[in-house]
């Protein structure tokens, strides 16, 4: 008994041999018993069991083995027949496959059943009818069917027994395949008037502890001679067929014969032994001898059936033959994909070779049918790795993007070898988890808009637009202004952000006419981490309204509109320039395009101005004898909405000579005190005049003589000789007005993206200390060509001015 724990025990042991355990148990084992500790065998901890998710598998349909996750014992779960798993086979294997993860690993275990005695022998039939002739000779051998023991070794069939009579003794006959048969030896001849039946009992014993045995009834029915029992061309047919053969297939077909006669020559076939598998799978014509099929054939189920044939005569002998059908097989099975472990979402920074998912893969056909082709379909950045036997991971095969692709449908294909192959498909779902890797964008890097100037301080102006095609926080954009100085003051005391819409709001109320343009910059950080931005620059240009009146430059409105006059030649004609009125605008554009017209003219209309230049001239010929002082009243109004204007007033004084019109001039009083150096202004003054005069005399004559348009050229040489700087009072009328050192130069645009405003440009050297001096001091050439403007005043306003002095 001692020996028996030994071995018991000896069975339990497990090799470790690279990452393959081995047991060894014994078939029909309680369900619950213990085969080994898994995790000891393979160096693991306890505690690492439940977070490595320790799982056990098999590619059977049935289970009959579990792992305890707190102590790692492998039991049994289910009734283990040894006969049932692996049938008539020597060495009975059961292939397990334990899965870890953390990190991700594969042990296979091989457990064997050993074999018990737990079947006893047993014959096909209950009882054997053997048929014997009187006359039959002492020795004559009748074989009978033999005894099955599914078990092995020395718990199978060992031997037989015959009950004890006084006629039979019971020999052997071996098969050409090791078969041991039980013959049935007649010993003394037989009288069938003293007896016609026997009965007897054979018994079959396995060497099994404790031996088991098994019963058949002999009956043996003596009469007439029938000394020749049928006989098989073979004592073992061997039979190939394919797997996917149709129900009603001719398998083979049996012929037995007899050299008797009569009904003693005529055969049945029947099959004395043959499994119950087997007999569902096939049936034999008792009359031909004929085996087919009775329904399809799976070559995974089962890949041989055996069986014994009988063929009886007529007069009760047997012959038997045994018939083995060995099932080929075909590619009938297509793969079969199990997900075995499966990560998602893994981040989109993830490294090539990052473990997406464990698979294994496996076919039921054999050899090329079974083997097994794995691949990823299509252009996808993953791929599969083989791992162990019939194992792949899937990794990553480069750095994903989930902005390109947040959602990945992997489909893997597996494919045998077969002809034709067959294969299976997997599609895996895998999400991509986002990081914070893209920052936002402006939809514009440079953005203007337009605010109309006097606008409320508090209103919205803007809105800048950003997007992050990242999602969640990392998207969640926060707009910000930059710090920066306009004109020594921050940037906040003019715009201002909302931080969650991008709006800018107006701080302050904005003039044109101060402040032209802001331009700062705007920040878009996300809310990722880490901290991802981008800036755009924001130009607002303020829009000028129509917000300041026009402005006389020339003659000014500031000084008294009596030191304004004018005079007009009588001999001048239609057309000719009396002066030109000037005048600017603060505002730009349209607002600022001036027009000029009369408000204030006497009847008949005797003058024209021109509506852009705002040149007064006469608008028809005047009489030898006439003569007038009329007041005129210029307006300019600008081309905004609504319009804005100014007017001035001028004297316009027509007479024969210069002499004619000076005591109009001269009665303005004049402040001679505030006038430096008088006694020599006044010399200078006669001196002028005097020049003056003659030139008058010779230009009167000379227009006389060629009688042509004189008006126009004297005014003209007059103009150029006095121009309208001369005539301008003392610094202390000059508030508002053209100064002395200026001449004027005015631009109209037609084009309000161009600046309308009037230009002072200094008269080059032109001293600014006395008036007298520089008329006095300047050759006449030069006042001519460089420094004085002649298309304004007239000669008259020098004159009034020197006569101030006289």
Known sequence: MAWQVIFFFLSFLCEAVSDQLHYSIYEEMKIGSLIGNVAKDLGMDNTELIIRKLQISSQTEKQYFNINLENGNLFVIDRIDRETICGIEQNCLLNLEVLVEKPVNIFHIRVEIQDINDNPPSFSKDVFDIEIGEFASPGTRFILGNAQDPDLGINSLQSYK?????????????????????????????????????????????????????????????????????????????????????????VIQLNATDADDGSNAEIMYSFSHIAKNAMEAFTLDSQSGVIITKRELDFEVTKMYEMMVEAKDGGGLVGHCKVSIQIIDINDNAPKIILKSFTTPIPEDSLPGTLVALINVHDLDSGKNGKVICHVVGELPFKLIASSLGYYKLVTTQTIDRETTSDYNIIIKAEDEGSPPLYSNKTIQLTISDINDNPPVFVKTNDVTYVMENNLAGTSIYRVYASDIDINENAKIIFSILNTDIENMPISSYVSINSATGIIYAQRTFDYEQLREIQFQVMARDSGYPLLSSNATVRICI?????????????????????????????????????????????????????????????????????????????????????????????????????????????????????????????????????????????????????????????????????????TAFGTLTRDLFPQVALRYSSQFSDGTLPLPYSYDVCVALDQSKNESAHLKPIQNVPTDNLIETVDSVPVNDLLNNHLPSDSLTEVRYISYLNKFI
Request: glycine fraction near 4%; aromatic fraction near 8%.
């Open 162 to 250: 015959l009950s004890s009579n006084l006629h039979f003794t019971l020999g052997e006959k071996t098969s050409t395949d090791g078969i041991k048969y039980p013959e049935l030896v007649l010993e003394k001849p037989l009288d069938r008037e003293e007896q016609s039946i026997y009965n007897l009992i054979l018994t079959a014993y396995d060497g099994g502890t404790p031996v088991k045995s098994g019963t058949a009834q002999i009956r043996v029915v003596v009469h007439d001679v029938n000394d020749h029992s049928p006989a098989f061309n073979q004592d073992k047919y061997q039979v190939t067929i394919n797997e996917n053969v149709p129900n009603g297939f001719l």
């Open 543 to 711: 829009v000028d309204k129509n917000d300041n009146a026009p402005k006389f430059l020339y003659p000014s409105t500031d000084t008294d509109e009596s030191a304004f006059v004018e005079f007009i030649p009588h001999t001048s004609e239609k057309g000719y320039l009396i002066t030109k009125v000037i005048a600017v605008d603060a505002d730009s554009g349209h607002n600022a395009w001036l027009s000029y017209h009369f408000l204030q003219v006497p009847e008949p209309v005797s003058f024209t101005i021109g509506h852009h230049t705002g040149e007064i001239r006469l608008a028809r010929n005047l009489q030898d004898t006439e003569f007038l002082r009329q007041k005129v009243v210029v307006m300019v109004k600008d081309n905004g909405e609504p319009s804005l204007s100014a007017t001035v007033s001028l004297q316009l004084v027509m007479g024969e000579t210069y002499q004619q019109i000076l005591p109009e001039i001269s009665s303005q009083p004049v402040d001679l005190e505030a006038q430096p150096n008088v006694t020599f202004i006044l010399v200078i003054s006669i001196a002028v005049i005097s020049i003056l005069f003659i030139l008058t005399v010779i230009s009167t004559v000379i227009s006389k003589f060629r009688k042509v348009s004189t008006p």
